[in-house]
């Protein structure tokens, strides 16, 4: 366990979360991580990287499913996730790569439970960002190229699946505020408006574990 900042995002779907952890690690100087930890995960679990991007923030309790999928990673598995279901096995890889990123170096996380994993660690500013409805349909309408009604059914989807995950494996609830050290609107800031208050509040928050 270091000292290093770490910044956890998590995300409503369509509020620019991920481009805000993307402009904050800029501004910053460091790098955000988002679905470069699968890739990551998968190198040094010896899992493979394909079973990471199927069950990217999807959880399952389904036996069945786990047994099938256990019978299609047989091969690709190490010695230290063998006797668990896979997605039991994708999640704990990514959580072992979460920490050894935060103990390598400050940097920006985005979503996969990444609050979850650290919560142990002193330096860390979790913050969940959300957005008015007709701003997070606009912008999935312009990113995915699709109709309103299209737009809606990816948001509702999206959403689902993070909050089935997170609460799946964290001991917390996701969007609820007392999961976020700090819960950003960013229709009322913006994306450069979010991230100056994040790094307000990190910075208040840094000096504050001084003090204490």
Same mark, same amino acid.
């Given at each position: 366990?270091?000292?290093? *900042? ?23 100087? @460091? ?5 470069? #930890? ?8 010896? *899992?493979?990287? $394909?079973? /990471? ?9 389904? +036996? *069945? ?6 019978? =299609?990673?047989?091969? =690709? ?13 994708? /999640?704990?890889?990514? +959580? %072992? ?6 103990? $390598? ?10 609050? =979850? &994993?650290?919560? %142990? ?5 979790? @913050? /969940?960002?959300? &957005? ?10 312009? *990113? ?31 969007? %609820?505020?007392?999961? =976020? %050290? #700090? ?8 994306? $450069?408006?979010? @991230?100056?208050?994040?790094?307000? /509040? &990190? ?10």
């Amino acid at each position: 366990m270091t000292n290093n *900042l770490i910044i956890t995002i998590g995300r409503q779907c369509g509020s620019g979360g991920k481009l805000i952890g993307e402009m904050l690690a800029k501004k910053m100087g @460091v790098k955000c991580y988002d679905k470069e #930890l699968l890739s990551m995960a998968a190198k040094h679990s010896g *899992l493979c990287q $394909e079973l /990471f991007e199927k069950l990217d923030e999807r959880p399952t309790s389904s +036996f *069945l499913y786990s047994l099938v999928m256990d019978s =299609y990673s047989m091969g =690709y598995t190490t010695s230290g996730y063998s006797d668990m279901p896979i997605n039991h096995k994708i /999640f704990l890889a990514q +959580f %072992d790569t979460i920490k050894r990123l935060a103990d $390598e170096h400050s940097c920006v996380m985005v979503g996969r439970c990444a609050d =979850y &994993a650290l919560e %142990d660690y002193p330096n860390v500013v979790n @913050v /969940f960002i959300t &957005a008015d409805d007709r701003d997070k349909l606009n912008r999935l309408k312009e *990113l995915y190229k699709v109709d309103e009604s299209k737009a809606k059914d990816i948001m509702i989807k999206t959403d689902k699946q993070r909050s089935s995950y997170y609460n799946y494996y964290s001991n917390k609830k996701w969007s %609820d505020p007392r999961s =976020y %050290d #700090l819960c950003i609107n960013s229709s009322k800031v913006g994306h $450069e408006g979010a @991230v100056d208050v994040i790094m307000n /509040f &990190a910075d208040v928050k840094q000096r504050w574990l001084k003090q204490n």
